[in-house]
Each structure stands twice: as structure tokens, then as C-alpha cells.
């Protein structure tokens, strides 16, 4: 499974970005999806989840202002961001599980600076 993470920038505060993730390889039985960041000199933390049943689950920190999307016909994952703050600044990732186990796309940095 390749992931391809695109779609990060220089944003001022207030506003919004759209985060895309092409998924590719074996994609068959994917049963979960997701959104994570990481900061310098702090771990990778989850942004958003979408299992294969539907169930979302935000960050605290995000919920209200970012929403998680998958378009299967398209093999692709979406992150929408609005009132982009500067704690938003950081490199996110895309990330799928199936059984073969869990796959990083290779980041994309979103700078939210005025």
C-alpha cells in the first residue's frame, strides 16, 4: 500500500486548507483511515479516524473546525480544515490499516502564520 499526502501550505490564521491522501496498492479490506501531525520535538498525534463502518472520531483540539472524508471510487482520503489556528502547524500524515498492517504516507506540512 503507497500513500500520497498533498495539498499542505502556508495558510494565515482563520483560515483553510484541504488535505488529500491517494491511496494505492493492495487497498482490498482497508478498516481504518486517518489524519495525524506531528509537531518538532513532540510525537505524532491523531487528528481524525474513519473506520470502515463509519465511525469518525476527532481530536479534541479539532473537532468543530476539521472534518475526515474518503472517496472509495477515487482511493482517496480528505482532511478539510477551516479557522486554521498556528497550534495547527505541523506535518500531517495519512494513514490506513488492513490486515497486512498500517501504511504512512509521507507528509505534508501546514504552516498557519500571519
Known amino acids: 500500500v503507497q500513500l500520497q499526502a498533498s495539498g499542505g501550505g502556508l495558510v494565515q490564521p482563520g483560515g483553510s486548507l484541504r488535505l488529500s491522501c491517494t491511496i494505492s496498492?493492495?487497498?482490498?479490506?482497508?478498516?481504518?483511515l486517518g489524519w495525524y501531525r506531528r509537531t518538532p520535538g513532540k510525537s505524532r498525534d491523531v487528528v481524525a479516524l474513519?473506520?470502515?463502518?463509519?465511525?469518525?472520531n476527532y481530536a479534541d483540539s479539532v473537532k468543530g473546525r476539521f472534518t475526515i472524508s474518503r472517496d472509495a471510487a477515487k482511493n482517496s482520503l480528505y482532511l478539510q480544515m477551516n479557522n486554521l489556528k498556528p497550534d495547527d502547524t505541523a506535518i500531517y500524515y495519512c494513514?490506513?490499516?488492513?490486515?497486512?498492517?498500517?501504511?504512512w504516507g509521507q507528509g505534508t506540512l501546514v504552516t498557519v502564520s500571519s
Open positions: 474513519l473506520s470502515n463502518n463509519g465511525y469518525i
Open positions: 496498492g493492495d487497498i482490498f479490506g482497508l478498516t481504518a
Open positions: 494513514n490506513v490499516l488492513n490486515k497486512g498492517g498500517s501504511y
